[in-house]
């Protein structure tokens, strides 16, 4: 592969990396070519050249965060059981603080869908597949309502991630039991 292809990667790479960061500390609305382009070392015409818009680019940014995390999180899940997955997930919620870059990421993603289509479409598709995968294995696992379980479980985990940007003694384990409760039966 060519040289110019594997910087012109990295460039990308870098504006993806430096707009979430930036969605974070000043807002969805507040990151603009230049914010973008200092904090990735690169000249803002680069920003305009990989992107048709700052807008595609926070887009594209808070798309695959949300996609690498719904990932993870359902990778987690695949051999264990209900009780055990639900530990895990909860657990795992600990690392988001609601005031971290990646809380603010998709708080302010889930916003600016309702006024980006394209954002919207991606984000709801990549709720919808992970809530139907965990909801085939809450069903392999013999968990009754296994689609209700799963729309509940996603819901929760939204919610609980935004009570913490609000209220930073929220205490993701205190849910785990009664969660654990209704997968086991």
């Known amino acids: 592969m060519p040289k110019s292809a ?8 870098q504006l993806i990396d430096a707009a979430a960061v930036l969605v974070g500390e000043v807002g ?40 690498k995390a ?4 359902a990778e987690a899940l695949r051999s264990v059981s209900p009780a055990e997955g639900v530990e895990r ?16 990421l998709l708080a302010e993603a889930f ?14 598709a990549l709720v919808v597949e992970f809530r139907t995968g ?6 392999e696992s013999g968990v009754q309502d296994a689609d209700a379980v799963a729309l509940l479980l996603g819901a929760a985990i939204d919610g609980l991630v935004l009570h913490r940007a609000l209220d930073s003694s929220v205490d993701f384990g205190v849910v785990a039991g009664p969660f654990r409760r209704l997968v086991a039966g």
């Open 111 to 124: 916003l600016a869908a309702h006024r980006l289509p394209e954002l919207r479409a991606g984000l709801s």
């Open 89 to 104: 997930i909860f657990a795992d919620l600990s690392r988001f603080t609601g005031t971290d870059p990646e809380s603010l």
């Open 6 to 13: 594997d910087r012109g990667r990295r460039t990308r790479e």
């Open 28 to 67: 969805w609305g507040a990151v603009t070519t230049r914010l973008v382009a200092e904090r990735a070392g690169v000249n803002a015409a680069l920003v305009h050249y990989h992107f048709s818009s700052v807008q595609e680019l926070l887009s594209t940014a808070a798309l695959r965060f949300a996609s």
């Open 134 to 139: 965990v909801a085939g294995w809450l069903r």
């Open 70 to 73: 719904l990932a993870e999180s």
